[in-house]
């Protein structure tokens, strides 16, 4: 701190300090005083002050309380202020949200040890306004911009570190922008930057890692194998010795689960292996736990990674109507519909008809299937949308598509595959959101219904009618991934693992739902309810064994603009205040004593 | 004796004239004298009767009580007696504080005393302390005359009594003007004066600033006979705590004094005239 004055004429005022000094001498030499006798002037009792036998000048506690206030006077009328080297400059610091700031070492994590260095910045050196991003998987910014500590801590609370990764470059740029290249920039993570000759001159780089060794469940999966369910387990040794574990994988939540799958594991450094394990389709979630195989115990720094949880995948089913009047070719097209497995058993109420016109059910989609009296058979080269989902890996190389060629492609309809300028396959969405899907086909003369491109077509038409349907399209993710739900326009309700409930808007269109936190999620919309699991998966997370500590750059402190000017005045006039009340009270005293 | 002691006397001198001195009966003997003494005497005033002894004067016996009775009786007259007044002053510095007017009340008041005891009929001497006790010269003249009176003395009453004594007239009247501040024993003081006395007063002459300490501050304080210094920072504690000190001196000299039979009364040099009262109060002066 450098303090200055801005009335420096007034140290004049500094003289009076000798006059009362003079003052106090001239009024206390001794005065010479005859008196008849010394005998009525020897005191048993002395006071405090009076009554002593003095040898030396004797200079009460009320003139150095006069002198003080004196002094402090004349420094507050200076108009002191000091420089304070903090509070000059915005602060912006970039929180590492990544899964491995869990890392523990002797119980404290990388986390707690950066928001440790974070308050003792706060206490020692506070900026005078501080925002904060979350580098998960992308940047974002968090709370308000916090003036104190209290605020900051507020905001903390969102820094819970399951992000699969950390977007620190976005979060630099995003800082970057925001603080218009005048904010200092604290990033507070657990790896070295990736250029260790820091250049910016506003950037201080702080890791708070420790190398550890852990061995991680590093991805599973869950997924429809015909009847049963197929799940895969891939679990990593992320460390310099080989390691002995247990992977146990327990079905149901409620109850004490059944053990249905128990695996010992063998692993060397470094080496990752692959579980792959079938269970029955009803089977409820799974909790797949990644266990010690001795009684030493795994000795991990991340506890977060050795526990998955695995939910039912949803089985997606088309309600289908097949209304063709040419049997041959309806059965030709429910054998392609029963192909794909996406079919379901039931018809009623369906939600894909096929059949000869453009008329469909409430919710329906249609596929109309033009027929033409007089078909030319096209055998290429044809036009296709790729881009459409109707057209994926459709590809009719040497196939004959036949046509009505005087079919013409309306106005309203969007081409998919075309021979020429006469459509084969196009597709229009109504206001409902319903897709109309006509087809321009011959299956007389056309022979791509037997070339595997006819069965992909009917996969992707049942494929992309499955898609849209309400309800979520994945049960099992991973945290900071956002989960699609298809809604039907109602309002929906979404339960976190940790009990908060959010309410989101229907619309007749896909809804993302942030799931920023492992565990089950359970979204309700109308009278449907679906769950799904967010699992701490993430390689990169879990290997610990590149986390590094310590400090790279720092703030330079600039000419400009570096301290921030403080006036103290009342500081002083405050103090003098004080003392001259204390003045008060002790000649009071003094006189209500005399 | 500077003049300004001499101006004391001569205003003593007339407020003396106001008063005379009450004289005790037991005081009333003496040389002869004007003044009715308690025997019998050769005055005309008739006390009583007794039987003729041998011896007696023939010119004292009633001859009318001898034609009645044929007894021979002697007729008995007071006797007329000049009483004594000794008056003591206290010579030592402290009656001559600077910055008082001790000394000039002293001079003042043994003048008054003096013209009082003359408006009684009343010898006088005035005895003043030094190397031993003096008589003032020409005290038996109007105080204006007197000689030799200063209070330039180092030694305390008791130590001019030890060195020589007054010559104190035996049934006098006794009047001690002193500031009483010299440690030692009242008792032994008073016995002293009292001894063969009629009466005595004491009159305890203190300055102002004796009965007032001095105000607050740092002062140094000199002893006025001894000249022994020392350095007090006064407050209102001290002031207090002087003030005890001096009110137990004064009730030990007040013991005193009902002890031996004296009595005692203040008065401050600088309130001369108000404090006369005192003096009638005690019974040492009445208007003449």
Redesign the interface.
Known sequence: MFPFLTYPLALIALASLPALAAIYLLRNRFRRRQVSSLMLWRFHVQSREGGSRVNRLQLPLLFFLELLALALLVIAATGPHWKLPQATRPLIVVLDDSLSMRAATDGVSARDRAREALQRLFRFQAPPSTRLILAGRDARLIGANARTWSEVEEALEQWQCWAPGAAIESALTLAGEIGKQQANILVLTDQPPPDERIANDRLQWRAFGVPSSNVAIINAARSVSDDQDRCLVEIANYSRSPRDAVLRVFAGSNAVPDRVQETRLAMAPQEVQRVVFNIPGTAPSLEVRLEAASESGLADALAEDNRVQLLSPIRRRVRVQVALTNPDFADLVNRALDATGLRAALSANPDLVIHHSDFAGSNAWSLNVQSPAEATAYVGPFVIDTSHPLAQGLALNGAVWAGGASLTNDAEFMPVVLAGNVPLLSVREDMLGRQFVRLNLDPQLSTWTRTPDWPVFWYNLLDWRASQLPGLRESNARPGSEIVLQSTGEPVTVRWPDGTVKLLQGANAPLAIEAPLPGVYTVTMGSMTNRFAVNALAPGESNLQHASGGQWGDWKAGAEGQYEQSPLAWLFGLAALGILTAHLCLVARGRAGG | MNEELRQALHQGEQLGLRYALQIPQVAASGLVGSRLGRRAGSSIDFQDYREYQPGDDLRFIDWGIYARTDRLSIKLFREEVTPHLDIVLDGSR?MN???SS?ARAAGELAALLAVAAANAQCSRAVWLSGEGFNRVANDTHPPPSWNGLQFESARTLDQSCEILPPKLRRLGVRVLIS?L???GNPVQTLRRLREGAAALFVVQL??R??ANP?DH??????????G?Q??????????K??LE??AQ?QQAWDDACRQCGARLTTVIAEDLESSLRELEAIELLSPA
């Open positions: 402290s504080l600077e910055g001790k500031d501040l010299w440690p203190l300055g600033d004796d001095p501050g740092s002062i140094r304080l000199v002893d006025s006979e001894t022994e020392t350095e007090l920072f006064v407050d209102s504690t001290v002031k705590q002087y000190n001096l001196w």
